[in-house]
């Protein structure tokens, strides 16, 4: 968990509603119904990126999903290992080795206009019953990520994001055990900016009280398990499948 996401908004809207007046990509990325590790995606981060400027504005940016360890020395190697490094664990975020230095410094946004999850419980849905999971609002889910900018031995500058998971809440739970953080409007400015590197004030402003309940979880088809279909269609609700049982 996280896999797969859905970015289907627009980049203006996404400038839009995330308040985003410092830089932004020249072209746009083309909307994805299902984004893959590797894949460039969007993120949301401080403009001023020394942390000079408490009052930064908010960039928008282009990276590729899954992030590299910051040790690594060999492109091919990178590359391999951002499939890897696609989810950090909010719970261990600020130890691990591959993770520790962007939590404490380079934190983002994550847009996505929904995610994927594949069900897990058994004698609740059939096995792997994949499921479309939305903001119940239609807006973006404004998941909270980190992100880092690697250097390859021939000079090429390649940044990456990772997204943070927590533990299932509330009906969540039944489907996966783990799903994205949520980052509520009013924290942005606080976990974007790259002056705040306390760590136990980075893990408070993860915690929120029922975050499962921004969203709403819809059953869909199998078309989703394959990276080589992308389209609308995919996050169409579908009929429940028998659950399997042990019996």
């Known amino acids: 968990m996280c896999g797969r996401y859905a970015q289907t908004a627009d980049m203006r809207e996404l400038m839009e509603q995330f308040e985003v007046t410092g830089t932004s990509p020249q072209s746009s990325l083309p909307l994805n119904w299902n984004i893959a590790p590797t894949n460039p995606i969007y993120i949301v981060r401080a403009n001023d990126r020394s942390g000079k400027d408490v009052n ?3 960039a928008l940016a282009t990276v590729s999903w899954g992030l590299i360890g910051p040790w690594l020395t060999d492109l091919q190697e990178a590359r391999a290992s951002q499939s890897r490094a696609i989810n950090a664990r909010s719970e261990s975020i600020h130890e691990k080795p591959t993770f520790r230095n962007a939590f404490r410094s380079t934190r983002c946004l994550i847009p996505a206009s929904g995610y994927y999850e594949w069900a897990t419980a058994l004698g609740q849905y059939r096995p792997k019953q994949p499921f479309y ?4 609002d239609g807006m973006a889910l404004p998941i909270a990520g980190i992100w880092s ?5 021939n000079g090429e500058v390649i940044e990456t994001a990772s997204i943070i998971t927590q533990e299932a809440q509330g009906e969540l739970e039944s489907i996966h055990s783990r799903m994205p953080v949520f980052m509520p409007p009013d924290r942005w400015d606080l976990w974007l900016n790259p ?3 306390d760590v136990n004030e980075l893990k408070s402003l993860m915690v929120v009280e029922h975050p499962e309940s921004i969203v709403i979880a819809r059953p869909v088809s199998d078309a989703v398990n394959s990276v080589a279909n992308n389209g609308k269609e995919l996050t169409v609700e579908t009929p429940l499948g028998e659950p399997e049982t042990l019996f």
């Open 56 to 58: 930064s504005e908010k």
């Open 133 to 136: 999971i939305s903001a119940r």
């Open 149 to 153: 900018s690697w250097t390859a031995p």
């Open 195 to 197: 002056r705040n590197t």
